[in-house]
């Protein structure tokens, strides 16, 4: 299992852990307030780690279409083959 397929699988036990949080909390057990909060704060760190997966995926793509671009323009400036001369028969 690779990083981003565990910080997608902790997303989303995050979410279903807050929603039966929010439930709780709306039937009035009010003690859970302490625990949602530890909750909030591992969802808020879990997002802050996929945003950084995410611009490094980013910054790889760019640099991968930058050096494609780079190997575009050096073609073009390159000045075309000529053809090698051909050789008298006889």
């Given at each position: ?7 997608g699988l902790f997303f ?31 969802g808020m760190e879990l ?7 995410f611009e490094r995926a ?33």
């Open positions: 299992m690779n990083e981003n397929m565990k910080i989303v036990l995050g979410v279903a852990a807050g929603a039966l949080g929010a439930v709780a909390v709306s039937r009035g057990n009010l003690n859970l307030k302490p625990a949602l909060a530890g909750l909030m704060a591992g997002r802050d780690k996929a945003a950084a997966a980013r910054e790889e793509v760019e640099d991968v279409v930058a050096e494609a671009e780079h190997l575009r323009t050096d073609k073009e400036r390159q000045p075309a083959a000529k053809p090698a001369p051909k050789k008298a028969e006889g």
